[in-house]
């Protein structure tokens, strides 16, 4: 019965598992050797005439599986065969691939004391895929099975038995991308041959906000997560005494974050150096593959208390590779969280490809000089295709991470990454929002070299000495801002005529006064509470519908710095949606080509200001107060910006 | 409710709601056909599906709700696994689609929770991943299932589950692409990816992925006719209209395909006689394909439609009110 059902339904997963009830209580029970494998053979028989039907039915190969798990004495070359048979078939039938693999960990498992014999295996696996590749370069699955076994196969090699493995890879590939430069298959192996150099988390630098109570601030060049509290302390007469406070990142989620505020508690005191140090382990990076490679520790002067003076000065004592540098206030070493000093680290290798190392950078800056003017050469074939462009700019990229980021050398190649994003936006215009993203970065990148510069642990980087207070990225097609903790020190930014869609990099904003952000594609304000010196942003010409989309850049004004220090932000909002849309209270009834400027003013009442309110409205009452203070409603009209109340 | 301006290609067809309703409705009548008795197995799974779509098309009252629970829960077994239909043995992921279904419904009290907990746990392997049935097929999709359902009954904190082994071994499912496969060495395919992708992101571990790697991968399985494929080289199809865009949705990449196109894609596949979404243009259309391309309008902004899940392919709606919503 069985037989007939899954013939009909062979998905219908209840009759093959009662099948197999019957099989074990029934026709398996006590049954002897022989009669047992001319069973299992029977159902390996039926399950094949089966697959040829529907060589892709997942309960079919199970059943397989199965029955070579019952058997005594599988023959796995039998059914390596088998699968071979199906693989020629349909060369991209993912469970036949999935079983091959399966039949090949069986086999080693049995093989676990000889590794010559393992060896064997993935190398007779690994031509099987090169036969594969070589009837079609398009063979995707072959290419990724080659990649799960050139790891196993260079296990034990030599580092010139590697090297020439990679060669031999380098090669084929080439010959794929020759041959059919649209395949991506060939060009994603090549790229993960080449491999990544990982990149390790860059401390930007770290200065003092607030005196009164303290608050300290420290930059990352990327999203992290804190994993233990960075240690903060005072050192008095060359005792370390730990400061109590809380950490926050700014942000909604104050638990990630590129910018970290330490706010002490408060009534606290403090003497005239704080001193800040983060192990490696104190942080983790949101993107994969990056760490702080040692401890770093911070030294901040807290005698000249004039902040104007300070912010844009940062002093910094770094612990290169785990030693400490002597400098003229600090006395001794930093223990580790255990006591122990944390021992050198042996200076790291290099990456030239994603199995070979070296102790320099040649080997590296060879390979992707040679893989570069290869791609070059098809880019100039193949004006047309999307994929060598796209891989000159990745392999360009990685170049780049050799070189300092202030040479001729890193200008050269940054004009070049953008252009050709910029070529791809135009013959692959179905992913073009894509290439704007990355070319975002990259204009990013070369537009903020003057904020930042090479850490002395390279390819690290710090703030620049002098930080500039203005910075213009108008007019540049920047889609978003990509590592926003680099404008932490900025006082105005200009940021009109892009196509930035979020207002959420301003958290990191801590210094800004003035944002431009007119012309832009903005829907709704967000981020905007820990801005805590914005004054004035402009928003004209975005595409901001409702007033609450306006308001909910302010809402958690109160948990923000903001609430602390009163907010006072003028906010301009001409020709938006918003200004047609709203009526009743606000009547933004004219555009603002007929007007001029039409405003929106914005004023936040900070605690105290609210309580003092109270206080008077309960002595008082409401005839007591000659003026209402606002907290946050306003009233427009056409050209003047009125609110009842007194600027705080 | 979507109510955000995405730009429409003024030639795209319409979507065609009501007769999607009616044939999402009449799925269950179809008793003469023997294609109604081949999927059977199905059929706790496709009711997962026909309700979802019809609470994204905003008609949740179109299929008798108490029926469908009364339904569900005669096919919860002692074990506290539910099967593909009544009588049919236990299986993860129809577990997964009957308490899905009672989630929307908000009917959870219908069941045995403690149970269907007691059925994931004793799934888990060894080595994190977690089986289909007592009979051991691993893959990820198994994973994603066990995840999804324990994160839905808030019940990841049970002490019999190792998560830190099932992370570990979903990273090892990730391969030289940066996608995922179906097991260790698994080629990337797009389901696997957004069972992946969803498994991580419910587990707060979404830092092994490198989005923008993943994220180009993904971005390229648009062909020219603005349908998603699942692999390269593999022919479009509307359900991966889902399992693409919702991985991008979680990785924040959705901008990275071409929103109109993959629309007027969608909306070509509907059939004008019958109702309901085929695989791609001029097919036959199912239910499966139904959902998924409705829930892919849905997160391309496709007006008029109530906002899904990106992780749990659930109205958003339902997922704010069981507390999950501000996890990602």
Same mark, same amino acid.
């Given at each position: 019965?069985? #037989?007939?059902?899954?013939?009909?339904?062979?998905?219908?997963?209840?009759?093959?598992?009662?099948?197999?009830?019957?099989?074990?209580?029934?026709?398996?029970?006590?049954?002897?050797?022989?009669?047992?494998?001319?069973?299992?053979?029977?159902?390996?028989?039926?399950?094949?005439?089966?697959?040829?039907?529907?060589?892709?039915?997942?309960?079919?190969?199970?059943?397989?599986?199965?029955?070579?798990?019952?058997?005594?004495?599988?023959?796995?070359?039998?059914?390596?065969?088998?699968?071979?048979?199906?693989?020629?078939?349909?060369?991209?039938?993912?469970?036949?691939?999935?079983?091959?693999?399966?039949?090949?960990?069986?086999?080693?498992?049995?093989?676990?004391?000889?590794?010559?014999?393992?060896?064997?295996?993935?190398?007779?696996?690994?031509?099987?895929?090169?036969?594969?590749?070589?009837?079609?370069?398009?063979?995707?699955?072959?290419?990724?099975?080659?990649?799960?076994?050139? %790891?196993?196969?260079?296990?034990?090699?030599?580092?010139?038995?590697?090297?020439?493995?990679?060669?031999?890879?380098?090669?084929?590939?080439?010959?794929?991308?020759?041959?059919?430069?649209?395949?991506?298959?060939?060009?994603?192996?090549?790229?993960?041959?080449? !491999?990544?150099?990982?990149?390790?988390?860059?401390?930007? %630098?770290?200065?003092?906000?607030?005196?009164?109570?303290?608050?300290?601030?420290?930059?990352?060049?990327?999203?992290?997560?804190?994993?233990?509290?960075?240690?903060?302390?005072?050192?008095?007469?060359?005792?370390?005494?730990?400061?109590? !406070?809380?950490?926050?990142?700014? !942000?909604?989620?104050?638990?990630?974050?590129?910018?970290?505020?330490?706010?002490?508690?408060?009534?606290?005191?403090?003497?005239?150096?704080?001193?800040?140090?983060?192990?490696?382990?104190?942080?983790?990076?949101?993107?994969?593959?990056?760490?702080?490679?040692?401890?770093?520790?911070?030294?901040?002067?807290?005698?000249?208390?004039?902040?104007?003076?300070?912010? %844009?000065?940062?002093?910094?004592?770094?612990? %290169?590779?785990?030693?400490?540098?002597?400098? #003229?206030?600090?006395?001794?070493?930093?223990?580790?969280?255990?006591?122990? +000093?944390?021992?050198?680290?042996?200076?790291?290798?290099?990456?030239?490809?994603?199995?070979?190392?070296?102790?320099? +950078?040649?080997?590296?800056?060879?390979?992707?000089?040679?893989?570069?003017?290869?791609?070059?050469?098809?880019?100039?074939?193949?004006?047309?295709?999307?994929?060598?462009?796209?891989? +000159?700019?990745?392999?360009?990229?990685?170049?780049?991470?050799?070189?300092?980021?202030?040479?001729?050398?890193?200008?050269?190649?940054?004009?070049?990454?953008?252009?050709?994003?910029?070529?791809?936006?135009?013959?692959?215009?179905?992913?073009?929002?894509?290439?704007?993203?990355?070319?975002?970065?990259?204009?990013?990148?070369?537009?903020?070299?003057?904020?930042?510069?090479?850490?002395?642990?390279?390819?690290?980087?710090?703030?620049?000495?002098?930080?500039?207070?203005?910075?213009?990225?108008?007019?540049?097609?920047?889609?978003?801002?990509?590592?926003?903790?680099?404008?932490?020190?900025?006082?105005?930014?200009?940021?009109?005529?892009?196509?930035?869609?979020?207002?959420?990099?301003?958290?990191?904003?801590?210094?800004?006064?003035?944002?431009?952000?007119?012309?832009?594609?903005?829907?709704?304000?967000?981020?905007?509470?820990?801005?805590?010196?914005?004054?004035?942003?402009?928003?004209?010409?975005?595409?901001?519908?409702?007033?609450?989309?306006?308001?909910? !850049?302010?809402?958690?004004?109160?948990?923000?710095?903001?609430?602390?220090?009163?907010?006072?932000?003028?906010?301009?909002?001409?020709?938006?949606?918003?200004?047609?849309?709203?009526?009743?209270?606000?009547?933004?009834?004219?555009?603002?080509?007929?007007?001029?400027?039409?405003?929106?003013?914005?004023?936040?009442?900070?605690?105290?200001?609210?309580?003092?309110?109270?206080?008077?409205?309960?002595?008082?009452?409401?005839?007591?107060?000659?003026?209402?203070?606002?907290?946050?409603?306003?009233?427009?009209? #056409?050209?003047?910006?009125?609110?009842?109340?007194?600027?705080? | 409710?979507?109510?955000?301006?995405?730009?429409?290609?003024? *030639?795209?067809?319409?979507?065609?709601?009501?007769?999607?309703?009616?044939?999402?409705?009449?799925?269950?009548?179809?008793?003469?056909? /023997?294609?109604?008795?081949?999927?059977?197995?199905?059929?706790?799974?496709? /009711?997962?599906? &026909?309700?979802?779509?019809?609470?994204?098309?905003?008609?949740?009252?179109? /299929?008798?709700?108490?029926?469908? $629970?009364?339904?569900?829960?005669?096919?919860?077994?002692?074990?506290?696994?539910?099967?593909?239909?009544?009588?049919?043995?236990?299986?993860?992921? *129809?577990?997964?689609?009957?308490?899905?279904?009672?989630?929307?419904?908000?009917?959870?009290?219908?069941?045995?929770?403690?149970?269907?907990?007691?059925?994931?746990? *004793?799934?888990?392997?060894?080595?994190?991943?977690?089986?289909?049935?007592?009979?051991?097929?691993?893959?990820?999709?198994?994973?994603?299932?066990?995840?999804?359902?324990?994160?839905? /009954?808030?019940?990841?904190?049970?002490?019999?589950?190792?998560?830190?082994?099932?992370?570990?071994?979903?990273?090892?499912?990730?391969?030289?692409?940066?996608?995922?496969?179906?097991?260790?060495?698994?080629?990337?395919?797009?389901?696997?990816?957004?069972?992946?992708? &969803?498994?991580?992101?419910?587990?707060?571990?979404?830092?092994?992925?490198?989005?923008?790697?993943?994220?180009?991968?993904?971005?390229?399985?648009?062909?020219?006719?603005?349908?998603?494929?699942?692999?390269?080289?593999?022919?479009?199809?509307?359900?991966?209209?889902?399992?693409?865009?919702?991985?991008?949705?979680?990785?924040?990449?959705?901008?990275?395909?071409?929103?109109?196109?993959?629309?007027?894609?969608?909306?070509?596949?509907?059939?004008?006689?019958?109702?309901?979404?085929?695989?791609?243009?001029?097919?036959?259309?199912?239910?499966?394909?139904?959902?998924?391309?409705?829930?892919?309008?849905?997160?391309?902004?496709?007006?008029?439609?109530?906002?899904?899940?990106? $992780?749990?392919?659930?109205?958003?709606?339902?997922?704010?009110?069981?507390?999950?919503?501000?996890?990602?």
């Amino acid at each position: 019965v069985t #037989t007939a059902l899954l013939r009909k339904s062979p998905d219908y997963y209840t009759i093959w598992n009662v099948r197999r009830i019957i099989l074990k209580e029934g026709f398996l029970n006590n049954a002897d050797d022989e009669t047992t494998n001319k069973i299992y053979t029977g159902e390996l028989e039926f399950v094949q005439e089966n697959l040829k039907l529907n060589p892709k039915s997942y309960w079919m190969w199970n059943h397989r599986r199965w029955c070579l798990e019952s058997m005594s004495q599988p023959r796995w070359d039998r059914e390596l065969a088998m699968v071979g048979k199906f693989l020629e078939m349909d060369a991209r039938n993912f469970h036949g691939w999935d079983y091959r693999r399966y039949i090949i960990r069986q086999l080693d498992l049995k093989d676990k004391e000889a590794k010559d014999k393992v060896l064997d295996r993935a190398q007779s696996e690994f031509d099987f895929t090169t036969t594969k590749i070589h009837q079609n370069f398009s063979n995707y699955s072959a290419w990724h099975n080659r990649s799960t076994l050139l %790891g196993k196969l260079a296990e034990d090699m030599s580092h010139e038995e590697r090297e020439a493995i990679v060669d031999n890879e380098f090669d084929l590939v080439k010959n794929a991308i020759y041959t059919d430069p649209e395949d991506q298959s060939a060009w994603l192996y090549e790229l993960w041959l080449i !491999g990544r150099e990982e990149r390790s988390i860059s401390i930007l %630098g770290s200065s003092v906000i607030s005196f009164h109570p303290l608050e300290i601030v420290v930059a990352f060049d990327e999203t992290v997560e804190m994993r233990k509290p960075f240690t903060v302390s005072t050192r008095v007469e060359h005792v370390a005494i730990p400061l109590e !406070g809380e950490w926050k990142a700014t !942000g909604s989620d104050s638990t990630l974050g590129s910018v970290w505020i330490f706010q002490q508690a408060p009534g606290a005191v403090y003497g005239p150096t704080v001193e800040i140090v983060i192990f490696s382990d104190d942080v983790c990076a949101v993107r994969a593959g990056s760490k702080l490679p040692s401890a770093v520790c911070y030294e901040l002067e807290t005698l000249n208390q004039n902040l104007e003076d300070i912010s %844009g000065r940062l002093e910094r004592l770094v612990v %290169g590779q785990n030693l400490m540098y002597d400098v #003229t206030k600090r006395i001794g070493p930093i223990s580790g969280p255990d006591g122990t +000093l944390e021992t050198q680290v042996v200076h790291p290798k290099h990456r030239v490809t994603s199995l070979t190392e070296s102790d320099t +950078l040649d080997g590296r800056v060879a390979l992707l000089e040679r893989e570069i003017s290869a791609v070059r050469e098809l880019v100039e074939l193949e004006p047309e295709c999307k994929w060598p462009i796209q891989i +000159l700019s990745t392999l360009l990229s990685e170049l780049r991470k050799t070189v300092s980021i202030h040479s001729t050398h890193a200008k050269v190649i940054d004009d070049e990454c953008i252009e050709l994003q910029e070529k791809l936006i135009t013959i692959d215009p179905l992913r073009q929002e894509r290439y704007e993203d990355r070319r975002s970065q990259l204009v990013f990148d070369r537009e903020t070299l003057q904020i930042i510069q090479d850490s002395k642990r390279f390819p690290e980087i710090e703030y620049a000495t002098k930080q500039p207070r203005n910075l213009d990225l108008s007019m540049r097609g920047l889609t978003y801002i990509p590592i926003s903790s680099y404008l932490l020190h900025l006082h105005t930014l200009n940021l009109d005529s892009n196509s930035i869609t979020s207002t959420r990099f301003m958290r990191n904003l801590l210094n800004v006064r003035r944002v431009n952000l007119s012309n832009n594609l903005i829907e709704r304000l967000e981020g905007l509470q820990h801005a805590p010196s914005l004054e004035f942003l402009t928003l004209e010409n975005n595409m901001i519908a409702k007033w609450e989309d306006v308001a909910a !850049g302010f809402v958690f004004w109160g948990e923000g710095k903001l609430g602390r220090t009163g907010g006072h932000v003028k906010v301009l909002l001409g020709n938006n949606p918003v200004v047609v849309n709203e009526g009743g209270e606000y009547v933004l009834e004219k555009r603002w080509e007929d007007v001029g400027e039409v405003g929106v003013e914005i004023q936040w009442q900070s605690e105290e200001l609210r309580l003092a309110e109270e206080a008077l409205l309960a002595a008082e009452g409401e005839g007591g107060i000659s003026s209402v203070l606002m907290d946050g409603s306003r009233r427009v009209s #056409t050209t003047v910006v009125e609110f009842a109340g007194v600027a705080h | 409710m979507n109510d955000e301006t995405t730009a429409l290609d003024a *030639s795209a067809p319409e979507l065609l709601l009501d007769q999607h309703v009616k044939y999402i409705q009449a799925l269950d009548t179809k008793k003469n056909d /023997l294609e109604y008795w081949l999927t059977e197995h199905l059929r706790v799974n496709g /009711l997962y599906w &026909g309700a979802t779509a019809l609470h994204i098309l905003g008609r949740p009252d179109a /299929l008798d709700q108490e029926q469908i $629970v009364e339904y569900l829960v005669k096919c919860q077994h002692d074990n506290g696994g539910f099967g593909g239909h009544i009588d049919h043995d236990p299986h993860i992921l *129809s577990t997964l689609s009957a308490v899905q279904i009672l989630i929307t419904y908000d009917r959870l009290d219908a069941i045995q929770v403690d149970k269907v907990v007691d059925y994931i746990a *004793s799934l888990q392997n060894e080595d994190g991943s977690f089986s289909g049935d007592s009979w051991g097929e691993t893959d990820t999709r198994f994973i994603f299932c066990a995840i999804n359902c324990l994160s839905l /009954l808030k019940r990841l904190e049970d002490k019999r589950l190792d998560l830190q082994k099932t992370i570990d071994y979903v990273v090892r499912c990730r391969n030289f692409d940066g996608g995922f496969g179906s097991s260790p060495g698994g080629e990337s395919h797009a389901a696997q990816v957004y069972v992946c992708v &969803g498994t991580l992101t419910i587990l707060s571990a979404l830092h092994h992925v490198d989005a923008d790697q993943l994220g180009w991968w993904l971005s390229e399985r648009q062909l020219k006719n603005g349908g998603l494929n699942g692999r390269p080289e593999k022919l479009e199809d509307v359900c991966y209209s889902w399992w693409v865009l919702s991985s991008l949705s979680m990785l924040k990449r959705t901008h990275w395909i071409d929103a109109p196109k993959l629309i007027r894609f969608i909306l070509e596949a509907q059939d004008t006689e019958t109702g309901g979404i085929a695989d791609r243009p001029g097919n036959m259309p199912d239910v499966f394909h139904t959902v998924f391309g409705i829930a892919g309008l849905s997160l391309l902004g496709y007006p008029g439609l109530v906002a899904v899940d990106p $992780v749990y392919c659930m109205p958003r709606h339902v997922i704010q009110r069981i507390g999950l919503a501000d996890k990602h």
